[in-house]
């Protein structure tokens, strides 16, 4: 079955990028039926969707965060990234990668996610 | 942006007994050319990532038991859980696709009395 997984730098200091990339496994992500989306959870916080990217590149961003927030999707690795720039301690949480069927939609099934803090 | 706000913060129930959680949006979700309501139900145990457990307000994901369910329709809905599993303790999360942002409620810790 589909499983999405994330990986990048568990510690990023104040100021700097935030890049993590999910990547896919039992499915292709280049398939027109699905969206990717990055949804982020702060420390004993709920959950923020931050953004969403579509196969051909489309992207929808979460305006509180469109000014620093840039996906993209490499379809030769069937992965798909995230970057956030001018990080702050506000953006400590833990990173999730899904998939959803439609823009604006359910997000199924979700990757298991990734912790990064934002320290010096 | 549609505010998703749930009630209670917390709860605790006893095991077999009903658990009701509700969720109320900004706005109405129910769209009317498909008399759909765009609402889902997440269920997020510790250290795990969401689970989706119901979509369109009250259709079932696939394996999910029937123990579960979900209602309303417009701004006001609620998840019940009608027989209080010790497996079933978690946070539960709605969250609205009506509209872009996509936004969740904050959260309902259901714990065992």
């Known amino acids: 079955q589909l499983q999405l997984q994330e990986s990048g730098p568990g510690l990023v200091k104040p100021s700097e990028t935030l890049s993590l990339i999910c990547t896919v496994s039992?499915?292709?992500?280049?398939?027109?039926?699905?969206?990717w989306g990055w949804i982020r959870q702060p420390p004993g916080k709920g959950l923020e969707w931050i953004g969403s990217?579509?196969?051909?590149?489309?992207?929808y961003y979460n305006p509180s965060l469109k000014s620093r927030v840039t996906i993209s999707v490499d379809a030769s690795k069937n992965q798909f990234s995230l970057k956030l720039s001018s990080v702050t301690a506000a953006d400590t949480a833990v990173y999730y990668c899904?998939?959803?069927?439609?823009?604006?939609?359910?997000?199924?099934?979700w990757g298991q996610g990734t912790q990064v803090t934002v320290s010096s | 942006d549609i505010v998703m706000t749930q009630s209670p913060d917390s709860l605790a129930a006893s095991l077999g007994e009903r658990a009701t959680i509700n969720c109320k949006s900004s706005?109405?979700?129910?769209?009317?050319?498909?008399?759909?309501?765009?609402l889902a139900w997440y269920q997020q145990k510790p250290g795990q990532p969401p689970k989706l457990l119901i979509y369109?307000?009250?259709t079932r994901e696939s394996g999910v038991p029937d123990r579960f369910s979900g209602s309303g329709s417009g701004t006001d809905f609620t998840l019940t859980i009608s027989s209080l599993q010790a497996e079933d303790v978690a946070v539960y999360y709605c969250?609205?696709?009506?509209?872009?942002?996509?936004?969740f409620g904050q959260g309902t810790r259901l714990e065992i009395k």
């Open positions: 899904a998939r959803h069927d439609t823009i604006p939609g359910w997000f199924d099934p």
């Open positions: 039992g499915g292709s992500i280049s398939s027109s039926s699905y969206f």
């Open positions: 990217i579509d196969y051909s590149g489309s992207t």
């Open positions: 706005q109405s979700v129910l769209y009317s050319s498909n008399n759909k309501n765009y």
């Open positions: 369109w307000a009250s």
């Open positions: 969250q609205q696709y009506y509209s872009t942002p996509l936004t």
